[in-house]
């Protein structure tokens, strides 16, 4: 589903963002639509309630009867699900009498308002991907450490590994999962868009969406101009570095991540990094930005085809020289394209840009220039 910009901030007017988050996804599209942006919301990832409760309860039964010395609090609606499911049972003032005295830590900042807001302290968040504050807790212990770890999918199941290997008693709670969506028809649409760069960023707020769009686009058969996509002119944005080093285990090779892992930082982060694909320069004796697939002719935004923009890219990124047509045959048609083409949409690209049009001259038996 695309949404187009709003709002008074035109940071990014001509640019398109990717979501593929499932929960809150509207926080992200309307921090990114203030900024100008469309939006294509793509969920990769359905959120699921743990699917045994016993299993929930059971765990919840054993941490009241031998409680533990440390606890993760992964996730906001993690710790939600668990102290509401713990209330339904008339446990939950046994379960927080259990866990009240223990030092708690926090992955997320809401995982840490959700604690508090229960009437417990947290002693510190986890700021660390290599867990050095559990660790070093951990330790405190002699190695006899029993540890309550609220899962949240994947993530949390590979950490919980890392600290058995050190010898902790972890008790895992789980609360919900994240599984591929019922409906694949939105994400498939993010997937085709990024391929053919009608999206310019797409972000990720867990490691199983950057997982699950990848599993979509290999039953689609275009994992690998997928993930060519993402390595060349799409930018990847991760929400934290757990989230980052998954995309770099995946195969991208440099996704962009804020240093606050909050959503808000997340879309300061993606702004910066758009702004800075901006192309401004002066064509036909007038001032141009292309932004995006928005080219801006003296502050008046034309918008461009796919084609259109990649051709006037390849053209601004050589200029002063020229570029041949068999150059702009390999650039934006794969070489696929022949003549005619180029010549078809060297045209419309003139007549878009106006005045400044005249600008873009013809090289005789060469190709083409942008002229200042």
Excluded at 37 to 63: C, F, K, M, N
Excluded at 336 to 345: I, K, M, P, Q, Y
Aim: with cysteine.
């Amino acid at each position: 589903m695309a949404t187009g910009a709003t709002g008074a901030d035109a940071t990014l007017v001509g640019f398109t963002v990717g979501i593929t988050a499932d929960r809150r996804w509207e926080d992200q599209a309307d921090l990114i639509r203030r900024r100008g942006a469309t939006v294509l919301h793509g969920p990769s990832i359905r959120t699921l309630p743990l699917g045994s409760v016993d299993e929930l309860y059971e765990v919840t039964q054993r941490l009241i009867r031998k409680p533990p010395h440390i606890v993760v609090a992964s996730t906001g609606i993690g710790v939600r699900t668990w102290f509401s499911a713990a209330e339904s049972w008339g446990l939950e003032d046994a379960l927080l009498q259990a866990i009240g005295p223990t030092r708690i830590f926090a992955r997320t900042a809401k995982a840490a308002a959700a604690v508090q807001q229960a009437g417990l302290d947290i002693v510190g968040r986890i700021v660390s991907a290599d867990l050095t504050e559990l660790i070093e807790s951990i330790n405190s212990h002699n190695g006899a450490a029993r540890l309550a770890f609220q899962s949240h999918g994947e993530e949390g199941t590979d950490r919980i590994k890392k600290l058995r290997r050190i010898g902790a008693d972890v008790v895992e709670v789980p609360t919900y999962r994240w599984i591929l969506p019922q409906d694949t028809k939105p994400v498939e649409q993010l997937i085709r868009a990024a391929i053919d760069r009608a999206l310019h960023a797409i972000t990720f707020t867990s490691a199983p969406s950057i997982r699950n769009l990848l599993i979509i686009a290999q039953e689609m058969e275009c994992g690998a101009a997928l993930l060519e996509a993402l390595n060349t002119d799409v930018l990847a944005v991760t929400i934290g570095p757990v989230c980052e080093s998954a995309a770099r285990h995946l195969g991208i090779a440099d996704p962009v991540t804020p240093e606050k892992w909050r959503i808000s930082s997340m879309i300061s982060t993606l702004s910066e990094a758009l702004q800075a694909t901006q192309q401004r320069t002066t064509v036909g004796g007038i001032p141009i930005a292309l932004r995006g697939s928005t080219v801006f002719v003296d502050g008046e935004p034309v918008g461009l085809s796919r084609r259109e923009t990649e051709l006037f890219r390849a053209l601004l990124r050589r200029s002063p020289g020229f570029v041949t047509k068999r150059d702009l045959h390999m650039r934006v048609w794969g070489g696929t394209g022949d003549d005619h083409v180029v010549e078809v949409t060297v045209g419309r690209l003139r007549r878009k840009l106006g005045l400044s049009g005249s600008g873009i001259v013809s090289v005789p038996r060469r190709g083409y220039a942008v002229r200042a």
